[in-house]
């Protein structure tokens, strides 16, 4: 299942959600395929203690050791700095970036920062995180070296309503729906990938690759618990009904570890297992890419007045 995978000795990842679910299933396989260390971003240290305990049991301690939790909540985004910072200090290297993390098919809700917090989760904290980590990125693509991100999308990119134009923060705002508030987040993620290919890989970092994936319908808490927030009856059908199609956590991470470890293009949509798919006519609009970003670039910089956050990777280029 992870054939192309390579031998990871030596190189550092960091994963976002990395304790359950389809990060589950990516940090299990990073630290199978021999990587130096996993910084796992996770809100619980319970899901984490459980992960390492699993991974212990599965590919001994010294894999579990290899493992270092950092609590992160992707809505705070000061916090998500931080966390970059943290791991800037820690570390010299950086060959991955998953941003898997994120909030699944579930009600509207605005975060402290007054903003939808599907947007915040799903994609404005990535952004955060992936601009304070791409200097550290580069550095190690500079010695020759691939470095590659990830962003976990979806097919449900193509809830989003078409009269999506991604121009104000009150538009973010409006309460469209639930399948629609999570397919226009996974929209933002598979943008900012095309975003940043034009922006970094095409602009002097060839060695810098950013994809999105579509991991299939896969088995995890989002599926199986969260879906009856939205859908008190209804998401009986997807927890029970539809439960023996899915797919098992590793999976659900084939898809983004092919974009994780192994492809040498950038600015794709990636399908499971492995193929390029072009999303909707949405998904292909670099004037909506380039409308998101200066949006997010503006959004997050009114939020976080001085926070000093790198303009690369937001919406503006240093």
Same mark, same amino acid.
């Given at each position: 299942?992870?054939?192309?995978?390579?031998?990871?000795? @030596?190189?550092?990842? /960091?994963?976002?959600?990395?304790?359950?679910?389809?990060?589950?299933?990516?940090?299990?396989?990073?630290?199978?395929?021999?990587?130096?260390?996993?910084?796992?971003?996770?809100? $619980?240290? %319970?899901?984490? +203690? @459980?992960?390492?305990?699993?991974?212990?049991?599965?590919?001994?301690?010294? &894999?579990?050791? =290899?493992?270092?939790?950092?609590?992160? %909540?992707?809505?705070?985004?000061? =916090?998500?700095?931080? /966390?970059?910072?943290?791991?800037?200090?820690?570390?010299? =290297?950086?060959?991955?970036?998953?941003?898997?993390?994120?909030?699944?098919?579930?009600?509207?809700?605005?975060?402290?920062?007054?903003? %939808?917090?599907?947007?915040?989760?799903?994609?404005?904290?990535?952004?955060?995180?992936?601009?304070?980590?791409?200097?550290?990125?580069?550095?190690?693509?500079?010695?020759?070296?691939?470095?590659?991100?990830?962003?976990?999308?979806?097919? /449900?990119?193509?809830?989003?309503?078409?009269?999506?134009?991604?121009?104000?923060?009150?538009?973010?705002?409006? %309460?469209?729906?639930?399948?629609?508030?999570?397919?226009?987040? +996974?929209?933002?993620?598979?943008?900012?990938?095309?975003?940043?290919?034009?922006?970094?890989?095409?602009?002097?970092?060839?060695?810098?690759?950013?994809?999105?994936?579509?991991? @299939?319908? #896969?088995?995890?808490? *989002? $599926?199986?618990?969260?879906?009856?927030?939205?859908?008190?009856? @209804?998401?009986?059908?997807? &927890?029970?009904?539809?439960?023996?199609?899915?797919?098992?956590?590793?999976?659900?991470?084939? $898809?983004? *570890?092919? &974009?994780?470890?192994?492809?040498?293009?950038?600015?794709?949509?990636?399908?499971?297992?492995? #193929?390029?798919?072009?999303?909707? +006519?949405?998904?292909?609009?670099? &004037?909506?890419?380039?409308?998101? *970003?200066?949006?997010?670039?503006? #959004? #997050? *910089?009114? +939020?976080?007045?001085?926070?000093?956050?790198?303009?690369?990777?937001?919406?503006?280029?240093?």
């Amino acid at each position: 299942m992870f054939d192309q995978v390579p031998d990871l000795t @030596g190189k550092v990842a /960091v994963v976002t959600g990395g304790s359950e679910g389809i990060g589950y299933g990516c940090t299990h396989t990073l630290l199978e395929h021999n990587i130096g260390k996993v910084y796992v971003l996770s809100i $619980s240290e %319970d899901a984490v +203690k @459980g992960a390492k305990e699993a991974i212990a049991k599965e590919l001994g301690q010294a &894999a579990a050791d =290899r493992t270092q939790w950092i609590q992160c %909540d992707l809505s705070d985004w000061k =916090r998500v700095k931080e /966390v970059a910072e943290e791991i800037t200090k820690d570390s010299d =290297r950086l060959d991955i970036l998953i941003n898997n993390a994120g909030r699944g098919i579930m009600t509207y809700q605005l975060t402290e920062y007054g903003v %939808d917090r599907h947007m915040a989760v799903n994609h404005i904290g990535p952004v955060v995180l992936t601009s304070c980590l791409l200097p550290l990125m580069k550095r190690t693509a500079e010695e020759g070296d691939f470095v590659r991100i990830s962003n976990q999308a979806s097919n /449900v990119h193509q809830a989003t309503p078409n009269d999506t134009e991604f121009e104000s923060l009150e538009e973010l705002n409006r %309460d469209i729906g639930p399948n629609a508030q999570y397919g226009r987040s +996974k929209l933002a993620a598979i943008l900012y990938a095309r975003y940043l290919a034009r922006k970094v890989t095409n602009a002097g970092h060839p060695n810098v690759l950013i994809n999105a994936t579509h991991p @299939g319908f #896969v088995s995890t808490k *989002m $599926s199986k618990e969260d879906i009856f927030e939205p859908f008190p009856l @209804g998401g009986y059908a997807m &927890a029970v009904g539809i439960e023996p199609f899915k797919k098992d956590q590793f999976q659900g991470a084939v $898809s983004t *570890m092919f &974009a994780a470890t192994y492809t040498r293009e950038s600015g794709q949509y990636i399908c499971p297992p492995a #193929v390029p798919e072009p999303g909707n +006519k949405q998904a292909q609009d670099d &004037a909506l890419a380039d409308r998101l *970003m200066d949006l997010t670039w503006k #959004v #997050v *910089m009114d +939020k976080m007045k001085n926070e000093g956050i790198e303009q690369e990777g937001l919406g503006r280029q240093a």
